[in-house]
């Protein structure tokens, strides 16, 4: 999980992550670039202010970050266990799964391929790691186009596609399933 590693709550990843997803609003390069200026100045902030902050709360406020929800590292609390969905997997729709070399969500992708596999059978999930980052999946155009284009078979092959001329279900075996 990209929150705990090895049993330890990643408080520096997920103080960095929470700025990250509340403040870059726009992938143009302009505001990308703004955003690793910011980060860096953020992160240097953080190591200031993380030894005269007596909390999260305290640390939040002195860098700008909300408070979105409250803070637990324990991975067996009530918000994480919220978060953790494997319960249904029992009635999972066919899946497809794609992730990159260098994503930071890479291993979790690999489990829940392996937990959809395990649960249904090799033909209900289907796996792309390319070889691209996290963001780079919406950034690269060539990243961009192979998940569109595999993305776009998966559901052809799995549900099939509306023919807009002829207003009939096409390419689907005898429908989703």
């Not at 929470?18 to 910011?38: E, G, K, Q, W």
């Not at 066919?94 to 994503?103: K, R, S, V």
């Not at 890479?106 to 691209?132: I, Q």
Request: hydrophobic share 45%.
């Amino acid at each position: 999980d990209i929150f705990f590693r090895k049993g330890a709550f990643c408080f520096d990843f997920y103080i960095r992550y929470l700025h990250l997803m509340t403040r870059v609003n726009s992938y143009s390069p302009v505001a990308l670039v703004r955003a690793a200026l910011d980060i860096v100045k953020f992160t240097l902030d953080m190591r200031r202010f993380a030894t005269s902050s007596l909390g999260v709360r305290a640390l939040s406020e002195k860098l700008g970050v909300p408070v979105l929800f409250k803070h637990n590292p324990r991975p067996d609390a009530r918000f994480w266990r919220n978060r953790d969905y494997s319960d249904a997997l029992a009635c999972a729709p066919p899946a497809f799964i794609a992730t990159g070399w260098h994503d930071i969500m890479l291993e979790g992708s690999l489990r829940d391929y392996s937990s959809v596999v395990e649960a249904h059978g090799l033909d209900h999930a289907r796996l792309l790691v390319g070889p691209w980052h996290h963001l780079e999946s919406i950034l690269s155009l060539t990243a961009f186009r192979t998940l569109l284009r595999s993305s776009i078979d998966f559901l052809q092959e799995r549900v099939g596609l509306l023919d807009p001329a002829e207003q009939e279900w096409q390419g689907a075996p005898a429908g989703p399933g």
